[in-house]
């Protein structure tokens, strides 16, 4: 099916690599009009060389989420560019590893100020064109830690969990607007991030058999596994989805 999110326009953060990458980039296939506002330029190739070929349906905005001011001028400049606003996905994250006993304070509110504060500016700041528009979907991309805990990752599974309970909290205040808003629930997915602390470990081999294990499948998923999960949602087939949590994990919570 071809242009299931025709005349939708979004805002994907965390867009330069891995999930929203992929999730802009299918939005642009499928009708959508994207901006796309990450910290860095593009990483993801195909991406950016879709930005420089179709700048009437796709355009790069830099943001850092935590950031106010720059949230809102991500989201004003997709208004500007495209006349509304329908969605919004909040891919911007960070792992956030470590046990309680171990991380800093500043750990702790780096990884919250990413993960969960750039989810809330996303969603504050676009309610009101939501409204204007006649209502929206609003996507936050939380993780299978965020249902359930993992080892080492008490900063990361915290800000997870408050995003899949803020999520639910949205779509209740807002379903008489006609504001969606539901929450993602990834499992091990093949990201940058993911790359990253595999290649920072002591051992590479055992860290990537470490993440293997996680998945019943014995391997992780890719960015477009969790991207197509944004278009369903995104797309009027989900009009009656709101306060849900979406997991795509290839079986990681069935165990």
């Not at 326009?9 to 939005?27: Q, T």
């Not at 208004?79 to 006993?101: E, N, Q, R, Y």
């Not at 009656?240 to 997991?247: I, N, R, S």
Request: glycine letters at 10%; proline letters at 3%.
């Amino acid at each position: 099916m071809a242009d299931r999110l025709n005349g939708k326009v979004a805002v994907i953060s965390g867009g330069a690599s891995g999930i929203g990458a992929a999730a802009a980039r299918l939005f642009v296939s499928e009708g959508a009009r994207v901006v796309v506002a990450d910290l860095q330029e593009p990483l993801d190739e195909k991406l950016a060389e879709l930005i420089n070929s179709k700048s009437e349906a796709i355009k790069f905005q830099k943001c850092d989420v935590s950031s106010e001011d720059e949230v809102v001028s991500a989201i004003d400049a997709a208004v500007s560019a495209f006349g509304k606003l329908d969605t919004i996905v909040a891919c911007a994250g960070v792992a956030g590893m470590g046990a309680a006993g171990d991380i800093s304070a500043e750990h702790w509110d780096k990884t919250f100020a990413i993960n969960a504060r750039g989810v809330f500016l996303f969603t504050k700041y676009a309610i009101p064109h939501m409204i204007k528009a006649g209502g929206g979907s609003i996507i936050n991309i939380s993780s299978a830690f965020g249902i359930v805990a993992g080892p080492h990752f008490a900063a990361y599974a915290a800000s997870k969990g408050a995003v899949r309970n803020f999520s639910k909290s949205v779509a209740l205040d807002y379903i008489g607007q006609g504001i969606r808003s539901n929450s993602i629930h990834p499992g091990y997915i093949d990201t940058p991030i993911v790359q990253n602390i595999i290649n920072n470990a002591a051992d590479v081999d055992s860290a990537q058999a470490i993440f293997n294990s996680l998945q019943p499948g014995g391997r992780p998923g890719v960015p477009e596994d969790i991207a197509w999960g944004c278009v369903y949602l995104a797309s009027d087939e989900a009009r009656f989805v709101t306060g849900a949590e979406l997991v795509i994990d290839g079986g990681l919570l069935a165990r």
